[in-house]
């Protein structure tokens, strides 16, 4: 069974760190590009950060550039994101999805059309003092 499932969320108080994984199985990781997103309440999912195939190659969000930096250890089969700085405006379910892709140069954090092919079932990450 094709799987990718999130763990490391939680509630900290700003400036606090927290540091997601994204656990794939069922498939093999290093086939495909890696997206984090998130979604607040009443607010549009959006692109947090991604990570190529294998040349290293990633991308962050304005928002989060400085403070979040994405990894991944391919032979774990697990993608990470750690989260330094928190804001209260990090509050967000997030979520890691994978896009398979031949190319192994850069990635892309758009959504529509649908390109991500599996998206995990998401971590509350909660930013409070």
């Known amino acids: 069974q094709v799987q990718l499932v999130e763990s490391g969320g939680g509630l900290v108080q700003p400036g606090g760190s927290l540091r997601l994984s994204c656990a794939a199985s069922?498939?093999?990781?290093?086939?495909?590009?890696i997206g984090w997103f998130r979604q607040a309440p009443g607010k549009e999912r959006e692109g947090v950060s991604c990570?190529?195939?294998?040349?290293?190659?990633?991308y962050y969000a304005d928002s989060v550039k400085g403070r979040f930096t994405i990894s991944r250890d391919n032979a774990k089969n697990t993608v990470y994101l750690q989260m330094n700085s928190l804001k209260p405006e990090d509050t967000a379910v997030y979520y890691c999805a994978a896009y398979f892709t031949t190319n192994q140069h850069g990635c892309l954090m758009t959504t529509t059309p649908p390109l991500y092919d599996y998206w995990g079932q998401g971590t509350q990450v909660t930013v409070s003092s």
């Open positions: 990570i190529s195939r294998s040349d290293g190659s990633v």
């Open positions: 069922g498939f093999t990781l290093n086939n495909y590009v």
